[in-house]
């Protein structure tokens, strides 16, 4: 039988779904919060800046939780303000994150465990706490936010830490994957390149950055940010529903030189 227009456009759509994005506070988390709001969801948005994060919620209703993704009681309130107003959590946005662009001889183990508690340990933990809700229910997608710089080497920009961690994001979305895929739980990672984020902010407009990164992506130029909607909505919706495990690279060809 072949599927209608509407029938195709429903795979992408989440409405009623309940949805916690981390970060969501500026870049990429507050574009996130707003695709899965307009493709129906309750969103969560959590981060550590309420004055922001209010920004959003009035942007598109999402419900603001102020959240440091190191405490384990604040991920505990996260999960207890979707579970408590809506019953569940049906998709899970991994996206806080940090780094630290240093020489790796040079950066201090403090820095270095600093990011490694943000952007695994935190991740970790909350996949956990929202695994446990979604296993109940045996249904839901977590989307692990990771980075071409898990996959190759990031110098010129030496960020030791970062790679580390976003490598380790990868990887544990394989495992936690394969643990979970028989509750009904999909998890995968979504591996974007370079575009304008808090992270990369420094580098558009710096001459020289943007040279860098337009002469190595073969498409000749940084992501924009409407064009990490298709791949979020893909991971998060029954558009997906037979992948797991999967790191969905969007990078202009940067990982394919």
Known sequence: MVPSPEELAQLFRLDGHVAIVTGASSGLGRRFTNVLSAAGANVIAAARRLDRLQEVASECGATPVQCDVTRVEDLERVVDVAVTQFGRIDVLVNN???????????????AFRSVVDVNLVGLFALSQLAAREMIHVGAG????????????????VRQASYCATKGAVISLSREL?????????????????????ELTEEMIGDERSEAYVTAN?????????????????????????YVT?????VDGGWTAR
């Open 177 to 197: 994957a394969v643990q979970w895929a028989r509750n009904g739980v999909r998890v995968n990672a979504l591996a974007p390149g370079w575009f304008p984020s």
């Open 141 to 156: 997608s977590i989307v692990n936010v990771a980075s071409i710089m898990g996959l190759v080497a990031s110098t010129p």
């Open 217 to 241: 992506t073969p498409l000749g130029r940084f992501g924009g940010e409407h064009e990490l909607d298709g791949a979020l909505l893909f991971l998060a919706s029954d558009a997906s529903a």
């Open 96 to 110: 806080a994150g940090i780094g630290n662009v240093v020489p790796a001889e040079e950066e201090s183990i403090q």
């Open 245 to 249: 495990g999967h790191t969905l690279v």
